[in-house]
């Protein structure tokens, strides 16, 4: 079936450690997104990209890197520079041609710094 | 600035109806979709609309005015199941989506 997978669901980081978050797909999207969702608010965007070897700043891009080498494929790394990562961080894709936008959402990944 | 606005909580009763507004002020507009999230998982899609007027699909229907800068989410027949937050979402000029902060729906016996 085709879908979107995040991994890990959960993550316990030290403080001072980098964590890279996986997120692959394989509905063909061209676009993928990273959110961060805190305890009752909305999505925060990080980062995305709409095409292989591209991907933009989001609105809380600081103390986070991504890479696209395929279009299947987005991880996103939680570097020792962002101050607060314990979040709720959902990777998402979408078609751009002929599509109404529709977003495709991974399950998730929890992460808690110690 | 670009800007969607949503109650941030809300209380109904099991089968009742509850009609969950949204409006909104971006720069463009390509479609407004409504997701569903339980808590402690990924949002789910529930309706796309981007012309006027009502769309029902089941239990849910969704509304707009592009005029009004307004959509609502009605609930019928409400479920424990619908317990969960509800997010407004609007595809701007550049197809981006600008996301509300969501509505939490609690569900009372």
């Known amino acids: 079936d085709g879908g979107i997978t995040q991994s890990p669901k959960y993550l316990f980081r030290k403080e001072g450690q980098n964590v890279t978050l996986s997120c692959e797909q394989n509905l063909n999207h061209d676009a993928m997104y990273w959110y961060r969702q805190d305890p009752g608010q909305g999505l925060r965007l990080i980062y995305y990209s709409q095409i292989v070897n591209d991907f933009q700043k989001g609105d809380i891009a600081e103390g986070y890197s991504v890479s696209r080498e395929k279009k299947e494929s987005f991880p996103l790394t939680v570097t020792s520079a962002q101050k607060n990562p314990t979040a709720f961080y959902l990777c998402?894709?979408?078609?751009?041609?002929?599509?109404?936008?529709?977003?495709?959402f991974g399950e998730g990944s929890r992460l808690t710094v110690l | 600035g670009q800007n969607i606005d949503q109650p941030t909580e809300m209380t109904a009763t099991e089968g009742a109806i509850v009609q969950i507004n949204c409006t909104y002020q971006t720069s463009g507009f390509n479609g407004l979709f409504w997701y569903q999230q339980h808590a402690g998982e990924a949002p789910t899609f529930l309706s796309y609309n981007v012309l006027d007027g009502l769309e029902e699909k089941g239990r849910f229907s969704s509304f707009l005015s592009r005029s009004k800068g307004y959509s609502y989410l009605l609930l019928k027949e409400l479920q424990m199941k619908d317990s969960a937050s509800y997010l407004c979402?609007?595809?701007?000029?550049?197809?981006?989506?600008?996301w509300g902060a969501g509505t939490k729906l609690i569900i009372k016996p």
């Open positions: 998402a894709s979408r078609g751009l041609a002929g599509d109404t936008g529709e977003l495709f």
């Open positions: 979402a609007v595809l701007d000029s550049n197809y981006q989506l600008i």
